[in-house]
C-alpha cells in the first residue's frame, strides 16, 4: 500500500461534514457574495487551491447529505438576482450549470450501477 494509517495522523481536512457547516459555507460563498455567484465560471477555478480557495466548496456537503441541490439551487438564484453586474454568467459554467452537471452524473452513475452492477 502506497498510504498507511500513520500517514493520515496529522492530516487537517480541508472540509469538515456537518449541516450547521455546510449552511455557514452556504452563507459565506453563495449568499453574501452574489457578484461572485453571478460571475462564475467553472473553467475560471482551481480545484487544487487550498489556502485560497477559488470554488464554492459545496460539493462535499451535498456529497454528505448535509446541504441538498435545491438549497443550493435557490441560494444561487437569489443571490444572483441580486447582483448588481450585468454580465452574469451561463450554464454550464455558472453555477446553476455545475449543480446541474453534478446531479447529471449523479444519475448516471446511479443508473449505470443499477444496469451494470459491480
Known sequence: P???PKDCRN???IVRGGETRALKQ?????????NYVATFEKPKTSCVA????STTIMSPYMA????????LWYAIAESSQRSS????????????GQ???RDFNHLMAHDANRNEPG
Do not use: F, Y
Not at 50 to 53: G, H, I, L, S
Not at 64 to 71: A, D, F, I, K, M
Open 2 to 4: 502506497i498510504w498507511a
Open 11 to 13: 492530516l487537517t481536512p
Open 26 to 34: 452556504l452563507k459565506e460563498k453563495i449568499t453574501e457574495r452574489p
Open 50 to 53: 487550498t489556502k485560497e480557495m
Open 64 to 71: 454528505w447529505g448535509c446541504l441538498s441541490p435545491r438549497q
Open 85 to 96: 453586474t450585468p454580465n452574469k454568467s451561463k450554464p454550464p459554467v455558472s453555477l446553476h
Open 99 to 101: 449543480v446541474l452537471w
